[in-house]
């Protein structure tokens, strides 16, 4: 059964629960030999990695795992994503449908850690809590928008890129895989000489975070949608000579408390559009409007998602949504790409407080 059952109301089977139960099941057979691997950190690449990482494959795309002993009783697994947004809902949940084990502890997301035990060391560079700081800049017109300057002591000319990167995994480890990927909106790596404010610790960094958190909630908690949508034609022409035709909801672009709906999913879908001068075909045109009628339906205002519209140039359809989380977009995308296989689909989930992404259709 597929997106069009659905939508017709068919009950579809618990594919996606009945596959994590599949892949524990399997793991509760394997559970003792992993363990003794994993606590005496013998052959544990051969006979634990080179094992695991098939089978949870077979699940989903994009799982990475870590383990080590979190005890001496007691083995860690971590299932993580590197910080990839549309794909954390799926580690989260195959974690939650994880059976109770006495050998191990199951976590989703790599966990954050004690600023006294992180410690990052990478081509010749050291990044500790003594040689990183942090300050906060404000972006005029933008005061939701958190922006964040990290100054690394040793930072030079020549290891720059290294540094950015030695501070991404830095702050992964410190605050966490989920918090570290949607805490901060944006960030800079500076040194010392190119600071313009006062330099602040960053074992504070947590207690910032969670101070504008609060603030943010605050700000939005009692803000209503109280908008009716008065969708708007756009049409133009790209470049390349080809024309553009867009629909977009021209009331919510004009809606004041955006950042309330911080996380925008644009879903791709390719098509042969070769013959009518780079829109779809009837066959095509229909089949799509069918997976953006269903997206429309799923990801509705009383869940916390806003539909934005549509832009469709090129042999490309793009749907564009705005949400308060990003769990069920990547969800619900994730099915319809799986669904449609006739079809190069992609998806992009990512933060954008202010939706700047939409600045380009001067509706708002």
Not at 14 to 20: H, I
Request: hydrophobic fraction near 35%; charged fraction near 30%.
């Amino acid at each position: 059964m597929g997106i069009f059952d659905k939508i017709l109301g068919k009950k579809q089977p618990e594919k996606e629960n009945r596959t994590y139960k599949e892949f524990w099941d399997w793991f509760l057979t394997k559970e003792k030999t992993f363990f003794e691997v994993v606590k005496n950190r013998e052959h544990i690449e051969g006979q634990f990695f080179d094992v695991m990482a098939p089978e949870l494959s077979k699940i989903h795309e994009g799982y990475y795992f870590l383990s080590g002993m979190s005890d001496d009783h007691t083995a860690e697994l971590i299932i993580t994503v590197e910080g990839e947004i549309k794909k954390m809902v799926f580690a989260e949940e195959l974690v939650a449908a994880a059976p109770k084990m006495d050998r191990w502890k199951i976590t989703a997301l790599k966990p954050e850690t004690d600023i006294e035990n992180v410690g990052i060391r990478m081509n010749d560079c050291e990044f500790t809590k003594d040689n990183i700081h942090f300050y906060s800049n404000e972006i005029e017109g933008y005061p939701d928008e958190i922006d964040l300057a990290f100054v690394y002591s040793d930072l030079n000319e020549e290891n720059r890129g290294a540094a950015t990167t030695g501070i991404c995994i830095f702050l992964d480890n410190f605050l966490g895989e989920l918090n570290f990927a949607t805490q901060i909106d944006t960030f800079s790596v500076i040194g010392k000489n190119e600071a313009e404010q006062e330099l602040i610790p960053i074992e504070k960094l947590k207690e910032f975070l969670l101070w504008r958190e609060r603030e943010f909630t605050e700000k939005y908690k009692d803000m209503k949608l109280e908008t009716e949508d008065q969708f708007s034609l756009l049409e133009a022409t790209l470049e390349n000579g080809m024309p553009l035709m867009a629909t977009v909801n021209a009331s919510l672009l004009k809606y004041n408390a955006k950042a309330s709906y911080p996380w925008i999913s644009v879903l791709k879908i390719s098509y042969d559009g070769n013959r009518n001068d780079g829109f779809p075909e009837e066959k095509d045109y229909n089949t799509m409007n069918i997976i953006e009628d269903y997206a429309v339906e799923v990801l509705t205002p009383e869940n916390g998602h806003l539909y934005i519209g549509r832009e469709t140039a090129d042999s490309c359809k793009s749907i564009y949504f705005a949400s308060k989380d990003f769990r069920q977009p990547s969800k619900v995308f994730d099915q319809i790409i799986k669904e449609n296989p006739q079809y190069k689909i992609s998806l992009e989930i990512y933060k954008d407080k202010y939706w700047q992404s939409f600045e380009h259709f001067n509706v708002n």
